[in-house]
């Protein structure tokens, strides 16, 4: 049984690493947040220490340290996103080995620190890219491996996940700290195109705002338009006032499901980075590259057929 430390425990995607904790047989020690609304681990481990300032915490985890008993084997990040770096190293310099959310860091340089603080600590960081162990993704992705087809395939991106006015109250809604829409919530599903489809060749920015950004990737085996929104309006007619959240991929016109199998994705990853096969920070280069060309992109469209089609008539 290993030991865990988790950081950012009253946040929205706390309570599936507490869950995934448990699942795979480990003890939540100690939880981190500035804010107390963390009732969730009465449920999942009500035995946790609980700190609201890190350095109670940091000074309470580094005595743990003393006890081969109670030492902390793993640090789980879940903060936001700008404070990812700062509490990824504090967990490597406690010893630990480190899992964090997605984004990881902004930037390749970020990135290149981390794997300094890797070889100076001798422990690792693992990125949770979810996505990679969707069942309907790794069929894709051998699908698109053993075609002999030659041409490019014809991809299509559509995400769009209502939020309210207190999104942008919060620091996902400031750009300095969520690095904008584009990289809060669709990071993960340029993992999964380069994932599937291979090493990117071009990224055209179409159109970002506060709300919604849009463009073209063309990856070695596909040409991808995308378009990611947290406005409700985006949504189709079809599901307005019916659900929340519209999620779409197609390829080569043929729609891929994969609205379920969500739920204990995060469970998979902890049991993936336990067994030694998780994924390390080589492994986040290629999306961390690719929104951070997008957040510094300026808007191009080199041909309207490259245009999502949610994006036409919104120019």
């Not at 425990?9 to 795979?24: F, W």
């Not at 404070?83 to 340089?109: M, N, Q, W, Y």
């Not at 990071?187 to 950004?213: C, T």
């Not at 990856?219 to 949504?235: G, Q």
């Amino acid at each position: 049984m290993k030991n865990f430390a988790l950081i950012g425990a009253a946040g929205y995607i706390a309570p599936r690493h507490m869950k995934a904790i448990k699942e795979t047989g480990n003890l939540l020690s100690v939880a981190y947040d500035i804010n107390d609304s963390v009732g969730i681990i009465d449920s999942i481990s009500p035995q946790s220490e609980f700190f609201t300032e890190f350095e109670c915490f940091y000074d309470h985890a580094h005595q743990l340290k003393r006890n081969e008993a109670t030492k902390l084997d793993y640090v789980s990040v879940c903060s936001p996103n700008y404070l990812h770096h700062s509490h990824i190293t504090a967990g490597l310099r406690l010893g630990c080995d480190v899992i964090c959310e997605k984004p990881l860091v902004p930037t390749l340089a970020e990135l290149d620190d981390l794997i300094q603080v890797e070889q100076e600590t001798g422990k690792r960081v693992f990125n949770i890219l979810q996505l990679r162990h969707h069942q309907a993704i790794l069929d894709l992705k051998d699908k698109v491996a053993s075609s002999s087809n030659t041409d490019k395939h014809e991809v299509e991106l559509t995400y769009i996940t209502s939020r309210g006015k207190w999104y942008m109250q919060s620091w996902k809604g400031d750009p300095r700290k969520s690095f904008g829409v584009a990289t809060n919530i669709g990071v993960h599903f340029f993992d999964m195109l380069h994932f599937i489809f291979g090493d990117l060749q071009r990224n055209e920015l179409h159109f970002m705002n506060n709300d919604k950004a849009a463009g073209y990737l063309e990856y070695e085996n596909a040409r991808v338009k995308w378009f990611l929104s947290i406005d409700a309006e985006d949504l189709p007619e079809v599901v307005k006032g019916k659900q929340p959240t519209y999620r779409s991929i197609t390829c080569d016109g043929e729609e891929l499901e994969f609205s379920g199998g969500f739920t204990d994705l995060h469970t998979v990853s902890y049991q993936e980075i336990l067994a030694g096969r998780g994924y390390g920070l080589e492994d986040a280069r290629h999306c961390i590259e690719t929104v951070n060309a997008i957040r510094q992109g300026k808007v191009h469209i080199e041909s309207q057929a490259d245009v999502h089609p949610f994006l036409q008539g919104k120019l």
